[in-house]
């Protein structure tokens, strides 16, 4: 261990100490200007965090704080933002439009004098007390070049280095300490919180079916109706607009005159010019408890399973796997789907028999994934059927990739979904595009659209980018409809050099716990003769070594679990055992 901290060390702990700021290590910026996580196509480089949970790993305790730069001297500090340091932040970035949006929310309201600090990239982040009983969520976008870190984000700070070669600073009248952080005026949290209409915001307009079904007649109808109401169409006006749409051409079986009319009669219920006109010739099927008990429904299939018979994928699942850039998503995903088209082993689970698997890729070269489907059939226990397995990649299509989040995109894919009984979607960043991906509106459509494919009886695997806090990117109301929520990460002594290595942790398994889903660690290689070979262990096991090590160079108990990032009780237990089997 190092005996004396590092400048930025010394510059975490004051944080802890002195200001009580939740702080971790993050990625640095080398000599030669790359990021020190050794991947030189990174996406933040010198921003993204070295410990496994970004900042949800944050902390004020100078032990684990210590460890981590005595691990770490280069690695540039940052600070949770939010609750667990008691303050958001405004960042301005100028190359965006972010100072005369910044004069905007100025005019609104005096603005106060507090904290400020200058980025390395020529921005300002302007600190703000957290307003008592009211949580502040990170937000991007709030007005052009205006981002919001409060809860669930992070800044880095001083003496942190920048790509640009700069350093990131405070500036000089408005330091931490000489500065007091000053609460936010009414008016800036209304813009901020996107309160009294400040800062709505509206994804892309449904686009309309070419020919609209029998089934959703009735929903299109009212949806135009609505949209007529809300520019202020008359009840008259709308009955016309509507004649015009519902013909065979654009319908595949027009509606009668008495219906048309009782859509435009039960829109005009609502205020010409109102937000609030929703499709009221859509109808919901409710049950009474007898009747529902007494519906036949037919149980879920389990595709993969554990050697003890522990689904761990069903039919009609939802899954939502995410990680960052370059930690094998897309290697996990083909895996599994080649594995369930095959049916047989794959990873730690088994497909008991093969099933119709549509691979929808929006990112990848084509000769990449083909390298990577060939590698991973051979190694494979049998060949798919040719109808079991089928792939769209973006290098060849002539109009470019689907947009899932439209029906455009959605009507698309429809005629290749017959028979299909699991899609993979990789990923929502390039083929589901609703709007900002931190706007939980934005999510709304894509939402349907899964929704509507579980209903249909397929399991849709989605893959996910993980932000700089390394959870999923943007909103977290992704995770609400899905049944499983996998968090791929590098583990704690990964070097880029090893290739395809990452662990797999259920952050969320709806119906499946114990054994089943306690996390484990991949490794995927292949060998000269062009097979994809896998192995597997407990996670449980892969920081043992280790903390085995690190008691050996004397650190204690809480030092050594905040490296390995595990908890201090299971550190503890573990070493005790290791020194009674002669490890130690």
């Known amino acids: 261990m190092n005996s004396k901290q590092s400048k930025r060390g010394e510059a975490a702990r004051w944080y802890a100490k002195h200001y009580g700021w939740s702080v971790f290590p993050c990625h640095s910026i080398d000599e030669a200007g790359r990021c020190t996580c050794g991947d030189a196509d990174c996406h933040s480089p010198g921003k993204h965090p070295r410990v496994p949970r970004g900042f949800l790993d944050g902390t004020k305790d100078d032990v684990i704080i210590k460890a981590w730069w005595d691990r770490w001297p280069d690695a540039n500090?940052?600070?949770?933002?939010?609750?667990?340091?008691?303050?958001?932040?405004?960042?301005?970035?100028?190359?965006?439009?972010?100072?005369?949006?910044?004069?905007?929310?100025?005019n609104l309201a005096p603005w106060p004098d507090t904290v400020q600090a200058l980025t390395g990239g020529g921005g300002r982040h302007f600190l703000l007390g957290m307003p008592e009983g009211v949580s502040v969520p990170s937000k991007v976008g709030i007005l052009p070049g205006i981002d919001i870190r409060g809860d669930g984000g992070y800044i880095i700070v001083t003496p942190a280095a920048h790509r640009s070669g700069r350093n990131y600073e405070w500036e000089a009248s408005s330091r931490p300490g000489e500065v007091k952080i000053a609460a936010a005026h009414e008016k800036v949290l209304d813009v901020v919180l996107g309160r009294n209409g400040h800062g709505a915001k509206t994804g892309p307009a449904p686009v309309l079916p070419e020919k609209i079904k029998i089934g959703e007649r009735n929903h299109w109808l009212a949806s135009i109706a609505g949209s007529f109401r809300r520019r202020g169409f008359t009840e008259a006006e709308i009955l016309?607009?509507?004649?015009?749409?519902?013909?065979?051409?654009?319908?595949?079986?027009?509606?009668?005159?008495?219906?048309?009319?009782?859509?435009?009669?039960s829109i005009c219920r609502y205020p010409a010019g109102s937000t609030e006109t929703s499709s009221p010739a859509r109808s919901l099927t409710v049950l009474n408890a007898r009747e529902f008990l007494a519906k036949t429904l037919q149980p879920r299939e389990a595709i993969l399973e554990t050697e003890k018979g522990d689904a761990i994928l069903r039919a009609k699942d939802l899954v939502l796997a995410y990680g960052w850039r370059g930690v094998s998503k897309t290697w996990l995903a083909l895996l599994l789907?080649?594995?369930i088209a095959c049916g047989g082993r794959v990873l730690r689970w088994i497909a008991r028999k093969p099933r119709r698997v549509l691979f929808v890729d929006g990112e990848m070269a084509a000769e990449d994934v083909q390298h990577r489907v060939a590698a991973i059939l051979a190694g494979m226990e049998a060949q798919p059927d040719p109808d079991f397995f089928k792939i769209v990649t973006p290098d060849l299509q002539e109009s470019g990739t689907p947009n899932l989040a439209t029906f455009e995109g959605q009507a698309l894919l429809e005629p290749h979904l017959k028979d299909v009984d699991v899609v993979f979607i990789d990923n929502l960043s390039t083929l589901a595009n609703g709007g900002p991906e931190n706007d939980s509106e934005s999510w709304d459509a894509m939402q349907t659209y899964i929704l509507k494919l579980r209903r249909r009886g397929i399991t849709v695997f989605m893959v996910h980018h993980a932000g700089k806090g390394g959870k999923q990117r943007g909103t977290s109301k992704r995770e609400d409809v899905v049944n499983l929520v996998l968090s791929l990460r590098h583990p704690s002594d990964y070097s880029p050099s090893e290739g395809s290595r990452f662990e797999v942790h259920f952050e969320k398994a709806r119906g499946v716990r114990g054994d089943a889903v306690?996390?484990?660690?991949?490794?995927?290689?292949?060998?000269?003769?062009?097979?994809l070979r896998c192995s597997t262990k407990d996670c449980e096991t892969a920081w043992h070594d280790e903390a085995i090590a690190l008691k050996k160079e004397g650190c204690g108990i809480r030092e050594i679990a905040g490296i390995v990032g595990r908890d201090p009780s299971n550190v503890s237990r573990f070493l005790r055992q290791a020194k009674k089997d002669g490890k130690l």
């Open 518 to 531: 306690a996390p484990f660690e991949a490794r995927l290689e292949t060998g000269s003769d062009g097979i």
């Open 240 to 265: 016309a607009a509507l004649r015009v749409v519902n013909t065979v051409e654009r319908l595949e079986e027009p509606v009668g005159e008495q219906e048309l009319a009782d859509i435009a009669k």
């Open 337 to 339: 789907a080649c594995g």
């Open 77 to 106: 500090p940052a600070v949770a933002t939010g609750a667990p340091s008691g303050f958001f932040v405004v960042d301005v970035d100028p190359g965006h439009g972010g100072d005369d949006s910044f004069e905007t929310l100025k």
